[in-house]
């Protein structure tokens, strides 16, 4: 068992349990500052909520990085929905950079690529109480105010973000399901 979890990726996670998760753009390029860009994420979301993949009860994409709060429930083909959002994102944003010119930027030295756009491993943390479930959900909401260089006055100024939903009840985003309205499938631990 200890091996196990000494091996264990930091981006690991189980179908059925709700995680926090972060992905960060490689070497923080700030490639996300693009409209164009937030909504191939939004589209790749949308795409695997559909399905019915995952359950995605919020998000926030900033420049660099995206935080998003979900259950992952099946495989889409034979990868988790973790990768299929990965690989579905990297495709569209390496065409992007090749037509703007800055590949280069993306460069790794690996064996089995020459790009990188995603940062290797990005972190999940189980939300396994309530209490860290609301400490992550405030500062995926509080991310657009309280970063460097903030692209938004407040949180719910901020379109790419689930902030409204959740404080006006805004839906703009058919995927977004609300985490206090969920039924008993999930128990926190206190």
């Not at 359950?55 to 299929?84: C, D, R």
């Not at 992550?136 to 939903?165: F, W």
Request: aromatic share 14%; net charge positive.
């Amino acid at each position: 068992m200890k091996i196990q979890l000494k091996n264990q990726r930091k981006s690991f996670q189980a179908l059925h349990k709700i995680y926090f998760w972060t992905a960060i753009i490689h070497n923080g390029y700030p490639l996300l500052e693009d409209d164009n860009q937030k909504e191939k994420i939004i589209e790749t979301l949308d795409f695997l909520s559909a399905k019915k993949l995952v359950t995605i009860y919020a998000f926030v994409i900033m420049p660099n990085h995206i935080h998003v709060i979900w259950q992952q429930h099946g495989f889409y083909g034979k990868e988790m929905p973790l990768s299929t959002f990965m690989k579905k994102t990297a495709r569209h944003f390496k065409y992007t950079i090749v037509q703007k010119g800055i590949l280069n930027q993306f460069n790794v030295n690996a064996a089995n690529k020459r790009h990188q756009l995603w940062k290797r491993d990005s972190p999940a943390c189980e939300l396994y109480s309530k209490r860290i479930l609301q400490q992550k959900l405030d500062h995926i909401h509080a991310n657009p105010v309280s970063e460097i260089g903030q692209p938004a006055d407040a949180e719910t100024h901020y379109r790419y973000s689930s902030a409204c939903y959740y404080q006006s009840g805004s839906h703009d985003f058919g995927f977004l399901n609300d985490i206090y309205q969920r039924g008993n499938e999930h128990t926190f631990y206190q």
